[in-house]
């Protein structure tokens, strides 16, 4: 009897100890959200700094987020689904093509929506991918082409401008 006592002494003991000690104090707290959200109608994704910076154009940012929908190559431009569907993809809502997404910066991009099965104008394709951009309220992009012939007296010009 007296051994049962003395354990069970020392365990009320050890567990009151355990029970006196100073809770740790933490000097800052991040908290940070996800980068994935999804709906049932779309996902959401939001690159890390870590996932833009080992990335140079928009389908190096795809492959680097080891997304499981989809079967990305980024030295032949192509993004289909894991089906084998083909997949249209957007820059700010507007339809782009694979030289846009290949010379779209990783850095410039904010987040990335996509829809599974989508519908209405794009019904039939496998997926719709969105690249959303950063918004500057400055710079912007001027391009000019001239081609004339000396010979002939004959010239086409283009202009274009997307400054704010």
């Not at 006592?5 to 991040?30: K, Y």
């Not at 939001?46 to 996932?51: D, K, Q, T, V, Y």
Request: proline share 4%; hydrophobic share 35%.
């Amino acid at each position: 009897m007296k051994k049962f006592t003395a354990i069970i002494i020392a365990i009320v003991h050890l567990w009151s100890h355990a029970q006196n000690t100073a809770p740790a104090t933490l000097d800052d707290v991040v908290v940070t959200a996800d980068s994935q959200k999804e709906t049932s109608g779309k996902v959401t994704l939001r690159p890390s700094a870590l996932e833009k910076k080992h990335s140079t154009n928009g389908y190096a940012l795809l492959a680097n987020m080891n997304l499981p929908d989809f079967n990305i190559n980024v030295s032949s431009q192509t993004i289909s689904t894991v089906t084998g569907r083909d997949v249209r993809i957007l820059i700010n809502g507007t339809e782009a093509g694979a030289d846009e997404l290949a010379t779209l910066a990783a850095s410039e991009i904010t987040r990335i929506d996509y829809r599974r099965n989508p519908g209405g104008r794009y019904a039939g394709c496998g997926a719709v991918i969105n690249f959303i951009t950063a918004r500057y309220d400055y710079g912007g992009n001027v391009y000019i082409s001239a081609d004339e012939g000396p010979a002939r007296k004959y010239g086409q010009y283009t202009i274009t401008n997307d400054t704010p």
